[in-house]
């Protein structure tokens, strides 16, 4: 009989464990964030600002930087975002770069993204040129969810607004 509980035993924590190792794979911040990144793609395909802002922080505090430029709160950062989308009429796409985004936790309710995206637009001349750039994003677990607060986005050639 002892020997069968130890079978059992045995075999249970074998079960956990590996329950265990297959879960650390994805956070639960992760796990909470990704949708949203998705969401915000679907609506950067889309051109849609709205959408796409949907996941930062609606508050004079949320912090953008892009090309050497600092832009403070949620209103101006959309009227440059709709702006640099030309109401939804501009040339621009964003693909992943098939680099997998990478995700640090700084403490259980902050994370930090980097994501690797390629943008593509048409230059005046009729010509594609193509743009690697990074983002590096800080969500926050706030009552409302997880919110970008801060966001970074690094060109290898500065976008054209």
């Known amino acids: 009989m002892k020997k069968i509980l130890v079978v059992v035993a045995m075999v249970c924590v074998g079960l956990f464990a590996g329950g265990a190792c297959a879960q650390t794979s994805a ?4 796990q909470a964030i990704r949708p949203l990144m998705a969401k915000a793609g679907k609506a950067a395909k889309a ?57 640090m936790a700084l403490g259980p309710d902050v994370e930090i993204v980097t994501l690797q995206i390629v943008g593509r637009y048409m230059l005046p001349n009729g010509k594609v040129a193509t743009s690697p750039f990074v983002v590096t994003d800080v969500w926050q677990r706030l009552p409302q969810g997880w919110r970008i607060v801060y966001s970074h986005e690094s060109w290898a050639k500065p976008r054209p607004d």
């Open 27 to 30: 956070s639960s911040a992760e």
């Open 47 to 103: 051109r849609d600002a709205s959408a796409f802002m949907a996941s930062m922080l609606h508050s004079p505090s949320l912090v953008f930087a892009i090309n050497g430029r600092v832009i403070h709160g949620w209103k101006a950062l959309y009227a440059a975002q709709v702006k640099w989308w030309s109401r939804g009429k501009g040339n621009s796409r964003y693909s992943p770069s098939g680099v997998a985004p990478e995700f």
